[in-house]
């Protein structure tokens, strides 16, 4: 089953203590993504990655980082996680090409709380 | 720059009634038009996406929408509500030559049994 899989499903961290949020697809994607969801803000990107080893910032990457080192799978790293971050995490991978015109698959969630 | 537009925070509809969730898009040139569905602690699953010809799209789950390109929309619309489609519901466009969507910031829909 084509899928995207996002471990863990939810966390409760204190300020500072590193965390990573594991995500991995099976569809053979080049290009992945992190969104995280607010209330009233909608999904917004944080970092991508166009393919191995090449990884872009979004439109709020303060505070993340991530690492592409093999095709299937795509980490986001909190190294010192603040209240501010707390948020849905959302993992997706879509098909390579240069053109917009494709599906992106999700994974569940990352129900994050930084306390 | 490009933006995506949900008027509506929040929709109570009775079951069995018709559904129109609104979606304005600015961007220059044609774009590629997507509605997600996220229902309650579940991540988002594609209802319908529009890239090119007829403008009136069907989708999953007895979905539809329509594109309009002189008002920049991309509504929503289902005939006759389920329950079980009490969800929230995203809009979000991917411009031709990147891989980013942009979302809308969501329609939150419930039903009334």
């Known amino acids: 089953e084509a899928q995207v899989t996002q471990n863990p499903r939810y966390l409760i961290t204190v300020t500072g203590k590193k965390l990573t949020v594991t995500c991995s697809q099976n569809m053979n994607h080049e290009y992945m993504s992190w969104y995280r969801q607010d209330p009233g803000l909608g999904l917004r990107q944080i970092y991508y990655s166009m393919n191995v080893e090449v990884t872009d910032k979004g439109d709020v990457p303060e505070g993340y980082k991530v690492s592409r080192k093999e095709k299937r799978n795509f980490p986001l790293i909190l190294e010192s996680p603040s209240p501010n971050q707390t948020s849905l995490y959302f993992c997706?991978?879509?098909?390579?090409?240069?053109?917009?015109?494709?599906?992106?698959?999700f994974g569940q969630g990352t129900r994050l709380t930084v306390v | 720059a490009q933006s995506v537009t949900q008027p509506d925070i929040h929709i109570t509809v009775s079951e069995g009634a018709s559904l129109e969730l609104r979606c304005n898009y600015s961007?220059?040139?044609?774009?590629?038009l997507f509605w997600y569905v996220q229902s309650p602690g579940q991540g988002l699953q594609l209802l319908l996406k529009?890239?090119?010809?007829?403008?009136l799209v069907q989708g999953i789950k007895g979905f539809e929408a329509e594109f309009k390109r002189s008002q920049s929309s991309f509504n929503l619309r289902k005939p006759s509500v389920h329950w079980s489609d009490a969800a929230e519901y995203f809009c979000a466009v991917s411009a031709s030559g990147t891989y980013k969507y942009i979302f809308g910031t969501g329609t939150r829909l419930k039903v009334l049994a």
């Open positions: 997706a991978s879509r098909p390579g090409g240069y053109r917009g015109n494709t599906e992106a698959f």
């Open positions: 961007y220059g040139a044609t774009p590629y």
């Open positions: 529009y890239f090119s010809g007829d403008t």
